[in-house]
């Protein structure tokens, strides 16, 4: 099965960015997801990106896929810390599933 | 409205109780899922019903029963939970249909079993 793989944490000072990695199997990924939750909250989509396209720019968020490695990142410029929070990765296969695969998130601390 | 609602927020039941979880969406969507989740890991997926039907039961035991009264409610019968079974309880809609198709997700219901 598709399998989704993030390392659990990433500490960054306020104002730097922060780059946030996302590996997946599955080579019928058709579109790749990131989601922030926060403490006690649902998920919210962040921003998503078709597979072929290899980056996308939506304000402080970039997010970069090589889909020859399989590889997606989330860069998050000017890191504030409202940014704090988990961050998930989510993958979805092509075959008209529209059941997303996702990773174990990464848990974002942002210091003052 | 690109709202999903769920109530209540909290829930606090004994073993022997029966509740009942509410989910509701105003965007047209005709797929809910209901996703159970545990501190510090990944939503795990246990039913999605699909133009109002139910399409997938990921293996969830018989004591969660999940109701779908029309497209815009989903509900989470309770009955005889286990004290394991305390973790967020997260609704998502999508309109089921295109191959981006995201999912929009709930604030989710805090169940404690006692």
């Known amino acids: 099965g598709e399998d989704v793989e993030q390392s659990l944490f990433l500490s960054v000072r306020e104002g730097d960015s922060s780059v946030i990695n996302c590996t997946y199997t599955?080579?019928?990924?058709?579109?790749l997801y990131w989601y922030k939750q926060e403490p006690g909250a649902g998920l919210q989509l962040l921003t998503y990106?078709?597979?072929?396209?290899d980056m996308k720019q939506d304000q402080r968020l970039t997010v970069l896929l090589n889909k020859k490695d399989k590889h997606l990142s989330l860069r998050i410029a000017d890191t504030q810390t409202g940014d704090s929070a988990i961050y998930f990765c989510?993958?979805?296969?092509?075959?008209?599933?529209?059941?997303?695969?996702f990773g174990r998130g990464t848990s974002l601390i942002v210091h003052p | 409205d690109t709202e999903v609602t769920q109530t209540p927020k909290h829930l606090v039941m004994g073993m022997t109780n029966k509740k009942s979880l509410k989910c509701e969406q105003h965007?047209?969507?005709?797929?809910m899922y209901w996703y159970k989740q545990k501190a510090k890991k990944p939503p795990e997926l246990m039913f999605v019903?699909?133009?109002?039907?139910?399409?997938i039961n990921e293996s969830v035991p018989s004591r969660f029963s999940p109701e779908c009264p029309n497209s815009s409610l989903l509900n989470l019968h309770l009955h005889a939970l286990q004290p394991e079974d305390s973790a967020l309880y997260l609704c998502?809609?999508?309109?089921?249909?295109?191959?981006?198709?995201?999912?929009?997700f709930g604030p989710g219901t805090r169940l404690t079993v006692l």
């Open positions: 998502a809609s999508s309109q089921a249909q295109g191959s981006r198709d995201e999912q929009f």
């Open positions: 599955d080579s019928s990924s058709t579109y």
């Open positions: 990106i078709f597979s072929n396209m």
């Open positions: 989510a993958e979805k296969g092509a075959g008209g599933s529209y059941i997303p695969t």
């Open positions: 965007m047209g969507h005709r797929a």
């Open positions: 019903y699909s133009y109002e039907k139910l399409s």
